[in-house]
């Protein structure tokens, strides 16, 4: 039997072309679960999902699956060109919607150069 604490999985429609979502060689790339505070409305999260699509290349959506997902309920995958990139994606997120955000769990790793 598998050894684990805990399980989860958030689901959503990518909105992009699937040629978009193969992760440039080289890049970095973040897998973003947001979960939003109980009282943002539909409006808040479509801005919050706006300012993400605006600012990087990749996917974000709703979550469709909510019963698996312990209350995220908006996820993204991006890439970028380097680290630098990615903290200054952080940093814009965080002043434009940060205050919607209850909590996030963020995994970014380097895709390998071809």
Not at 38 to 65: H, L, P, R, Y
Not at 84 to 102: C, D, I, R, S
Request: proline residues 6%; negative net charge.
């Amino acid at each position: 039997m598998p050894i684990w604490e805990d399980i989860m999985s958030v689901d959503w429609i990518a909105d992009q072309v699937p040629g978009i979502l193969k992760p440039p060689a080289g890049s970095v790339a973040k897998i973003t679960l947001l979960k939003v505070k109980e009282n943002v409305t539909d409006k808040a999260k479509e801005e919050i999902m706006e300012v993400v699509k605006d600012m990087c290349q990749g996917t974000v959506g709703e979550n469709f699956s909510p019963a698996r997902a312990k209350g995220f309920s908006i996820a993204s995958v991006v890439y970028f060109k380097d680290l630098g990139e990615v903290e200054a994606h952080e940093e814009l997120v965080k002043e434009k919607v940060g205050g919607y955000v209850e909590d996030t769990i963020v995994v970014e790793f380097v895709v390998p150069p071809s």
